[in-house]
């Protein structure tokens, strides 16, 4: 009998051990759907950024912020930072001048502030002036103005 309890004990032992035992598959099912939420979170947070391409350029209607030259903002500017908040934007474009550089805010619309690094008026000049400063910002962008 205690043989038999026993025999019957260590199957129901195996059965339970190998029924739990996780399969390869789900790991795999819920790797795929964490990778795929992963990449449309990615693409989603890149289209909020800016997009950025090698030409493209947006389009704003902006001015100089309060304060600051509006004699500095020309037709193409490269723009290194975007904040809603203007405490952000100064400290940015004060660490900037501290560097060396001649940079300046601008507002657009909607009250977004873009930390301006150099402009110009012509693209050609902002492209190669953008081009020069990733190297610091590599999400530096083209912003053109709109009259």
Known sequence: MKRVLLLVSAVALVAGMTSCKPKQSAYRAAYERAKQQEVAQS??????????????????????????????????????????????AKSLKERMVAQGYHAFLAQNEKGMYRVILSSFDNKADAVKSRDAIRSLFSDAWILERAF
Do not use: C, H, W, Y
């Open 43 to 88: 693409a989603t947070s890149q289209d909020e950024v800016m997009p950025v391409a090698t030409e493209a350029t947006r389009s704003e209607r902006v001015q100089a912020a309060q304060g600051e030259d509006a004699n500095k903002l020309r037709t193409f500017s490269v723009v290194i930072g975007s904040f809603q908040n203007i405490t952000n």
